[in-house]
């Protein structure tokens, strides 16, 4: 998979636990790492076990929250209010 090559194993790492995040959606994905949702689900097939990918494909699968368009029109941020800054991945400092 030519698409996850550039990436280091802690961004796959991060990658790979926005995906399970229920109140994530892709297109923060898509923000912070320029990956599609073909291409996320691409990663978690290739770094996943069999078991966990379809576990987690089950999970996703039609989830309001995991998809920016499907979300009720109050939510307007990727993250929780309490979570700390993040900016294009990167923790901003205080």
């Known amino acids: 998979m030519?698409?996850?090559?550039?990436?280091t194993e802690r961004d796959i790492d991060r990658i790979i636990e926005m995906a399970w995040e229920d109140r994530t959606p892709f297109e923060a994905i898509v923000f912070q790492f320029n990956l599609s949702?073909?291409?996320?689900?691409?990663?978690?097939?290739?770094?996943l076990s069999e078991k966990s990918f379809?576990?987690?494909?089950r999970r996703v699968s039609g989830r309001k929250t995991k998809?920016?368009?499907?979300?009720?029109d109050d939510v307007v941020r990727f993250?929780?209010?309490?979570?700390?800054?993040?900016?294009n991945n990167h923790i901003a400092k205080r």
Request: contains cysteine; glycine residues 0%.
């Open 2 to 7: 030519e698409a996850i090559k550039h990436f």
């Open 37 to 47: 949702d073909a291409e996320v689900i691409a990663l978690m097939r290739a770094k």
């Open 54 to 57: 379809k576990r987690w494909r």
């Open 67 to 72: 998809h920016a368009k499907l979300r009720i």
């Open 79 to 87: 993250k929780c209010s309490r979570q700390k800054a993040i900016s």
